[in-house]
Structure formats: C-alpha cells, structure tokens
C-alpha cells in the first residue's frame, strides 16, 4: 500500500506535539477589564473574532515526538482548511462528504455522529487505513464517517473562573459562549451534522 505525506506524516501524525514546541515557556495569564489576556500579548495572539489563542512555538521535527499532545497551530489549520491529521495532505472527499475516522461509539445516540462537536481533523484515505493497522486506540473499534456538513463552531480551550484566576476548566466553548474572553482557546472544533457512517474497510 502507498503512504502518501512526508517522512514525519508516516511515523508522527502532522498535528502532534514535538517535545521542542511543548517545552517552552508559557505565557503569563493575567485579567482584563472583561476576560483575561497575556502579561506580554502582541496582535498574533488573538484571531479576527478576538479570541485568545495558546502560544506555541512550530518546529516540528525537533525533539521527540509527542504523540499525545496535539499542537494547537497545526490542528487550528488542518480543521481550517479540512486537512488529514496524519499526513497534512487534503483530507479525503467524495459525493457524501469530508472523511472522518473516529472511536466508535455508534451505540451512544440513534444518529451518531451526528451533531458532535470534534477536535480531531478529518482524515486521507491512505492514513486510514495505515491509522486502522497500527494505531492502538482504533483497534478496539472505529467508524469511517462521511461528513456534508461540518460547520467551524467554537474552540475547546481552557476557561478561567473570573473571581479565582487560578481556578480553571477546559472544555469547548461555542462562538456564543459568555466565557469565551476568560478562554485560551487551543484547538477549533466542529460539528458534524450531515453524516454518513461507512463499514470499517470500506
Ligand atoms: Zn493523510
């Protein structure tokens, strides 16, 4: 079988962490008149809709591979531009949709996947069926989702309480969320809505 993707895409997928980009320092999180901010924030740290991003370095390749820690500015622009996870390529795409390949957890509602909010990018026909063979979480079950419709709607981040600035809680925080400007966002998410699950190997 043909592996397409660069050298890193075949043994560390494009969106994990390297162990140069998590090592570095974090920025001081400090109040603001309404939310937080960085003690030092510059105008690369917030997107267009004012959203406070996790600063973090890009120097894939160096260090060990992190496979655990998703790296915020890659999964921000494979989920932008619905790329695969693995390999950074164009995800797949047919008449149905985007390919999605996620834990299996079918059972849980009538329609599943439909209307979950997801962090994980899309996926390449050719990473799937590598991901199927060697990644170990997948072997205990996964379905190849085909996805119409799959709306950019919020982040999943880390929100600050307001009172105890060192109390925190992550979780995902839709656009509309009132505790967005206490949020440091680190990954986008979106929601698949008009889905199509196909048979594992299909
Ligand atoms: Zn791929």
Redesign the pocket.
Known sequence: MNI??NVI?RHVPYIASWSSETEAPKPKVIPRSRGIGFADETMTDRDTRGILWARTPSTPGHGKPMFAAVHSLRQRRAMRRLL?Q??G?PADRNANGVLWMLRDFRADWPDWPAGMGVTEPP??R??AEHSARVCPALRRGYALVRVADCTVIGVHGITYNPRHSEKSEAGIREFTDYRLPWTVAYTLVRELRDTTIEEPGA
């Open positions: 397409t993707g895409g695969c693995v390999c390529g996926i390449c050719a990473c």
